[in-house]
């Protein structure tokens, strides 16, 4: 029988990955304090040292891209709204 792989939450990744970037303790020692391979601590490591300038970068312009597409959505809301209240109504006046 296969053994099941362990998944591990993001914070928990980001707090081994941080530790390893640190520098204070050396992939080994962290590996065994946390109890996983010390594989895992360097490629972890890596996406923190990769990922973390991104969390200084300024937003993406995609604002307006979202924005159209949400106007977009609200309008289809209403036209949907119009279309459910006209068959309600309908039925009624039919006595479904």
């Known amino acids: ?3 099941k792989r362990k998944h591990y939450s ?3 990744k980001a707090k081994v990955g941080l530790e390893a970037l640190m520098g204070v303790k050396t992939v080994g020692q962290i590996a ?3 109890q996983v391979h010390p594989t895992l601590v360097t490629q972890w490591r890596g996406v923190v040292r990769d990922r ?3 969390l200084f970068e300024a937003p993406a312009p ?3 891209d979202s924005e159209r597409i949400i106007a977009q959505l609200h309008q289809k809301i ?7 209240d006209w068959l309600k109504k309908k039925s009624k ?3 479904l």
């Open 10 to 12: 993001g914070a928990f």
């Open 1 to 3: 029988m296969k053994a």
């Open 78 to 84: 209403g036209e949907l709204t119009v279309d459910l």
């Open 93 to 95: 006046q039919l006595g």
């Open 32 to 34: 065994r304090e946390y």
């Open 62 to 64: 995609g604002n307006a």
């Open 52 to 54: 973390l300038p991104e």
